[in-house]
């Protein structure tokens, strides 16, 4: 018997002048509701560069101490994007645009030193994108996940899971700005509902279990196995 897929979803603080993040409303609305058939925790992450306590990095790796996530779906605001962004790569290098929240503009630095200059999602990216698009919302990929906060997140996340095995798969996807954001910073991109995010964000998340439960027996530690079937 198939068990319950235990799935991490992590959002973002307000950031860049910002009183809202849509991927916080993301996180805290599946965690509120629920998703049907998963165990679903959420994490509200600061947007705080490095490895100090108060960073996003470390507010990951003690929320993956305690929950030893199948899957972890990072979300993040991109505010002149009008689509689902299922982002491709993360890459080793923090050079931010403007500064994070702690006040800190990074230039030029890896993400983890000796690590690998790059890292692969392992999300299933067209599963997801054809998923969101048949609920009715525009979604597409992206190339890398840029330079700032969104980008360690996801590039820590993988190097933990090629180091653990936990998570077992891990990405992130980029949404684009709430309509009350839009209306105060308007711009060429696509503003998108609070009820369009959820009905994307739900469709990805059924992409992501039919992946994790599809996934051939062999490419998954032990445990995950165990867990999942």
Same mark, same amino acid.
């Given at each position: 018997?198939?068990?319950?897929?235990?799935?991490?979803? =992590?959002?973002?603080?307000?950031?860049?002048?910002?009183?809202?993040?849509?991927?916080?409303?993301?996180?805290?609305?599946?965690?509120?509701?629920?998703?049907?058939? =998963?165990?679903? /925790?959420?994490?509200?992450?600061?947007?705080?560069?490095?490895?100090?306590?108060?960073?996003? !990095?470390?507010?990951?790796?003690?929320?993956?101490?305690?929950?030893?996530?199948?899957?972890?779906?990072? +979300?993040?605001?991109?505010?002149? /994007?009008?689509?689902?962004?299922?982002?491709?790569?993360?890459?080793?290098?923090?050079?931010? !645009?403007?500064?994070?929240?702690?006040?800190?503009?990074?230039?030029?630095?890896?993400?983890?030193?000796?690590?690998?200059?790059?890292? +692969? =999602?392992?999300?299933?990216?067209?599963?997801?994108?054809?998923?969101?698009?048949?609920?009715?919302?525009?979604?597409? %990929?992206?190339?890398?996940?840029?330079?700032?906060?969104?980008?360690?997140?996801? +590039?820590?996340?993988?190097? /933990?899971?090629?180091?653990?095995?936990?998570?077992?798969?891990?990405?992130?996807?980029?949404?684009?700005?709430?309509?009350?954001? +839009?209306?105060?910073?308007?711009?060429?991109? !696509?503003?998108?509902?609070?009820?369009?995010?959820?009905?994307?964000?739900?469709?990805?998340?059924?992409?992501?279990?039919?992946?994790? /439960? =599809?996934?051939?027996?062999? %490419?998954?530690?032990?445990?995950?196995?165990?867990?999942?079937?």
């Amino acid at each position: 018997m198939i068990g319950i897929p235990r799935i991490l979803v =992590t959002g973002f603080e307000p950031f860049g002048g910002s009183l809202l993040n849509p991927a916080a409303l993301i996180a805290e609305g599946l965690a509120a509701e629920g998703v049907h058939g =998963t165990m679903i /925790r959420a994490e509200i992450l600061p947007v705080v560069g490095g490895v100090a306590p108060g960073s996003a !990095r470390a507010a990951l790796d003690a929320v993956l101490a305690d929950f030893q996530a199948d899957a972890a779906i990072h +979300f993040g605001e991109a505010h002149t /994007r009008s689509e689902f962004s299922v982002e491709r790569v993360a890459i080793n290098l923090r050079d931010y !645009r403007i500064a994070d929240n702690a006040g800190v503009c990074a230039e030029d630095t890896p993400v983890i030193h000796g690590a690998p200059s790059a890292h +692969f =999602t392992t999300l299933p990216v067209r599963g997801i994108v054809d998923a969101v698009r048949v609920a009715g919302i525009p979604a597409g %990929t992206s190339l890398t996940a840029g330079t700032y906060i969104c980008n360690e997140v996801m +590039f820590h996340s993988l190097e /933990r899971s090629a180091a653990t095995g936990w998570p077992a798969i891990s990405g992130f996807i980029h949404v684009p700005q709430l309509e009350e954001q +839009f209306a105060i910073r308007p711009n060429e991109a !696509r503003p998108m509902s609070a009820h369009d995010l959820m009905i994307a964000s739900r469709a990805a998340i059924g992409a992501v279990i039919l992946h994790l /439960r =599809t996934m051939p027996r062999g %490419t998954m530690p032990d445990r995950h196995r165990r867990r999942l079937g």
